[in-house]
Nanobody, 121 residues
Framework: QVQLVESGGGLVQPGGSLRLACAASGSIFRVNAMGWYRQAPGKQRELIATITSGGNINYANSVKGRFAISRDNAKNTVYLEMNSLKPEDTAVYYC???????????????WGQGTQVTVSS
């Protein structure tokens, strides 16, 4: 069993910065791709950024140049550095990981519980 725990959300002013973290724990053999998603009220969940175990990164156009994804493979943790935040960035942010578990048949996707990010004056 694998669990993803997120932290770092909160209230920030426009133009400010925030750093999210998501740590995977449990019966982990390998963690492949990890990523961040967000969902605003009344909207579909949006992919923000992904990073592979080898460090290949992709960003959504809406956050490119402002957000940075990184990971610490030794800690099975993915980070999202958010800069120049806008009110439009307000959403619940979710982390995701593709995990191969001990005694598992293959790769499985896991989600964090979500953390609220509010950008407001």
């Amino acid at each position: 069993q694998v669990q993803l725990v997120e932290s770092g959300g909160g209230l920030v002013q426009p133009g400010g910065s925030l750093r999210l973290a998501c740590a995977a724990s449990g019966s982990i053999f390998r963690v492949n791709a990890m990523g961040w998603y967000r969902q605003a009220p009344g909207k579909q969940r949006e992919l923000i950024a992904t990073i592979t175990s080898g460090g290949n990164i992709n960003y959504a156009n809406s956050v490119k140049g402002r957000f940075a994804i990184s990971r610490d493979n030794a800690k099975n943790t993915v980070y999202l550095e958010m800069n120049s935040l806008k009110p439009e960035d307000t959403a619940v942010y979710y982390c995701n990981a593709d995990v191969e578990e001990y005694y598992g048949a293959g790769w499985s996707a896991y989600w964090g519980q979500g953390t609220q990010v509010t950008v407001s004056s």
